[in-house]
């Protein structure tokens, strides 16, 4: 069955980096669009970029760019999401989520739902 | 502040049914697929509905959703204990190069 287990728990301090970890199973890890979405406490999802692990090409959300990168190591179906330059509202629970989409005849992905791991929680205090 | 609109909160008794609302515009709502998520408490989120109104396997009929325009509801009949959740509608969005958005979430309390 397909599975998402994702990195432990990290605290971090005010200007440091994280970087999360997304470790898949059940399916074949280039075949899907891996997206990073961040809950902080109390509050809603926010959506943050994805990352095609075939080519290893992303898009990030406008919010973030500049600040987080996104990266896979194929050869053991594992997707990473760094964060830099953290600050205290960077405080969160970070999921990385499986695009059910797929590719259409012309090689276009047509982007789905999503399928979640477990989240990463991600504290920043200094 | 989100881009799509949910109501902040709803609520029902056991056995009502209870909807909610989930505003866009043309550019995610009004050209493409809706989603819904449930996120119980502690948990990561879950696909309820995708593709506007189909369940995935698992999802019980008390579950349906629609859409309209640049609007799109989730219904919930027979409301149950367990059901209380926090709602979440999602979307593609054209005008931004295909990123995926989300509403603020609507927390449901079965009284």
């Known amino acids: 069955q397909v599975q998402l287990v994702q990195s432990g728990a990290e605290v971090k301090k005010p200007g440091a980096s994280v970087k999360v970890s997304c470790k898949a199973s059940?399916?074949?890890?280039?075949?899907?669009?891996m997206h990073w979405v961040r809950q902080a406490p109390g509050q809603g999802l926010e959506w943050m970029g994805w990352i095609n692990p075939n080519s290893g090409g992303t898009n990030y959300a406008q919010k973030f760019q500049g600040r987080v990168t996104m990266t896979r190591d194929t050869s053991i179906s594992t997707a990473y999401m760094e964060l830099s330059r953290l600050r205290s509202d960077d405080t969160a629970v970070y999921y990385c989520?499986?695009?059910?989409?797929?590719?259409?005849?012309?090689?276009?992905?047509?982007?789905?739902?999503?399928?979640w791991g477990q989240g990463t929680l991600v504290t920043v205090s200094s | 502040q989100s881009v799509l609109t949910q109501p902040p909160s709803a609520s029902g008794t056991p056995g009502q049914r209870v909807t909610i609302s989930c505003s866009g515009s043309?550019?995610?709502?009004?050209?493409?697929?809706v989603y819904w998520y449930q996120q119980l408490p502690g948990t990561a989120p879950k696909l309820l509905i995708y593709r506007n109104n189909q369940r995935p396997s698992g999802v019980p009929d008390r579950f349906s959703g629609s859409k309209s325009g640049t609007s799109a509801s989730l219904a919930i009949s027979g409301l149950r204990s367990e059901d209380e959740a926090d709602y979440y509608c999602?979307?593609?969005?054209?005008?931004?190069?295909?990123?995926?958005?989300f509403g603020g979430g609507t927390q449901l309390t079965v009284l």
């Open positions: 989520a499986r695009d059910d989409g797929h590719y259409d005849s012309s090689g276009y992905y047509a982007h789905s739902s999503f399928f």
């Open positions: 059940g399916y074949t890890f280039t075949g899907y669009y």
């Open positions: 043309s550019s995610n709502i009004g050209s493409n697929y």
């Open positions: 999602a979307a593609w969005d054209d005008s931004l190069s295909g990123h995926a958005v």
